[in-house]
């Protein structure tokens, strides 16, 4: 079976650190990837895609980063956080190449300070 | 940009009452998805409508897609407090056969079954 990990959980983060969060899936090969943000428990917000390795598609400008250097492995990075970058942050994979199905990560939850 | 319209926005209810929530679009959906979020968890997926005027039934719940593929509900029959949590309907706009496309997520239901 598939199984999808995120870590860390949780962060607490001053403005202007850097910030590095990892997804990985187990049990499945060449799947898409995908990276969202949730605000107050609504609805998702689409920050990247990737159907590939090295292959990252923007959905928002920000100053956040995606990169996809394994397979099954999917980064967000920032340089410098924003508070504004403070949300619930959702990794999630599909093996449908049309993008729907798609299962999720437990999340992070990050708070800028 | 197409949208997803969902509501209610918030849904407050007796344990043994029924509810439904709707998901509406103008545009037509190539598939969509209904999910359930408990506070702190990842969304999980309940079930995927595919044809127009399909009806799928999990348990007590109570999904159906509109006949143009524009709309979907998701009724829940004689609702416990473990149906608490957030319901949230996605819909893949297939527009042009794109190869991979992406969700577009309604803003969600907040439902609250009380004891």
């Known amino acids: 079976s598939q199984t999808i990990h995120q870590w860390p959980a949780t962060l607490v983060q001053p403005v202007g650190s850097p910030l590095s969060l990892e997804c990985t899936v187990e049990?499945?090969?060449?799947?898409?990837l995908y990276w969202y943000r949730q605000a107050a428990g609504r609805g998702l917000q689409l920050l990247f895609y990737?159907?590939?390795?090295?292959?990252i598609s923007s959905e928002v400008p920000q100053n956040l980063s995606a990169s996809r250097p394994q397979d099954r492995q999917f980064i967000l990075s920032s340089k410098k956080l924003l508070l504004s970058d403070s949300g619930f942050y959702l990794c999630?994979?599909?093996?449908?190449?049309?993008?729907?199905?798609?299962?999720f990560g437990p999340g992070t939850r990050l708070t800028v300070t | 940009t197409q949208l997803l319209e969902q509501s209610p926005q918030f849904l407050s209810i007796q344990e043994g009452e029924n509810l439904t929530v709707y998901c509406n679009s103008s545009?037509?959906?190539?598939?969509l998805q209904w999910y359930r979020q408990e506070p702190g968890e990842g969304p999980v997926l309940l079930v995927t409508?595919?044809?127009?005027?399909e009806v799928k039934k999990l348990k007590r719940l109570t999904f159906q897609f509109g006949d143009a593929r524009k709309d979907s509900s998701l009724h829940i029959t004689a609702a416990q407090p473990g149906d608490t949590g957030l319901y949230l309907c996605?819909?893949?706009?297939?527009?042009?056969?794109?190869?991979?496309?992406?969700?577009?997520f309604g803003q969600g239901t907040i439902l609250t079954v009380h004891p």
């Open positions: 999630a994979w599909t093996r449908r190449p049309r993008g729907d199905e798609q299962y």
């Open positions: 049990g499945t090969s060449n799947p898409n």
């Open positions: 990737s159907v590939g390795i090295g292959q």
């Open positions: 545009s037509v959906f190539s598939s």
């Open positions: 409508v595919v044809t127009g005027g």
């Open positions: 996605a819909g893949l706009f297939n527009a042009g056969g794109t190869s991979y496309g992406k969700l577009t």
